[in-house]
């Protein structure tokens, strides 16, 4: 099946500083990828749609300086926090599409804290 | 706009017996539908999906779902529930860019 990997799983960094999450589709060529936020117990929200050789779409209210996506291969996605603060910890999630129809299939997320 | 209800946070069954996990959904048009699973700290796992056709669908670990069109319901279900089944649970509609909108998820319990 279609497997999606995430880089790193876990992550802790000091506030200012800047992460990148790398997002790879293993096996398949994805042309689209989509980041997604998850606060505890809670759905996954949006933040972006990421097209290879495009620039990303970004959700209503998601600061796309902030949060910086480049696709920059038809296998790999990441999404850059650009001076990160506490309150951007949370869970990162990306997903590719793959099929026809299309399913998304997810990466196993990344934990991001920021002290 | 499309939208997704999972009416109930948490559902509790005991092992053996069937479950039913429920969702709903609101979208224009012919609707892809989804089913997730989610395991503690980890992404989401990809369990079955309407895309058109038969209303009951299979998926993984024995899970399958019927697609209502009527009741606009598309609910989970498994005949005899497992201890490992215990995980948190995410309807999905998704448009045909491949944008989906998820539910805020169904934490099922299953006891020995």
């Known amino acids: 099946g279609a497997v999606v990997s995430q880089h790193p799983s876990w992550v802790i960094c000091k506030s200012g500083t800047s992460v990148k999450i790398e997002c790879r589709s293993l096996d398949f060529q994805a042309t689209t990828m989509f980041w997604y936020r998850q606060f505890p117990k809670q759905s996954l929200m949006l933040m972006a749609t990421?097209?290879?050789?495009?620039?990303?779409?970004?959700e209503q209210g998601v600061e796309k300086d902030k949060f910086l996506i480049n696709h920059a291969s038809l296998t790999l996605s990441t999404l850059t926090v650009t001076s990160a603060h506490p309150e951007d910890s949370s869970f990162y999630i990306c997903?590719?599409?793959?099929?026809?129809?299309?399913?998304?299939?997810f990466g196993p997320g990344t934990r991001l804290t920021v002290l | 706009a499309q939208s997704v209800a999972q009416p109930e946070d948490q559902v509790n069954v005991a092992e053996g017996n069937p479950l039913t996990v429920k969702c709903t959904y609101s979208v224009s048009g012919n609707p892809y539908l989804f089913w997730y699973v989610q395991y503690p700290n980890r992404g989401l796992q990809f369990l079955l999906k309407?895309?058109?056709?038969?209303?009951l669908v299979k998926g993984s670990y024995g899970f399958e779902a019927e697609f209502n069109k009527s009741q606009t319901s598309f609910h989970l279900k498994k005949p005899s529930a497992l201890v490992s089944d215990s995980a948190l649970y995410f309807c999905a509609v998704q448009a045909r860019a491949g944008k989906s909108t998820f539910g805020d998820g169904t934490t099922l319990t299953v006891k020995p």
């Open positions: 997903s590719a599409l793959s099929g026809a129809p299309d399913t998304q299939y």
């Open positions: 309407y895309i058109t056709g038969d209303n």
């Open positions: 990421s097209n290879e050789g495009s620039k990303a779409t970004y």
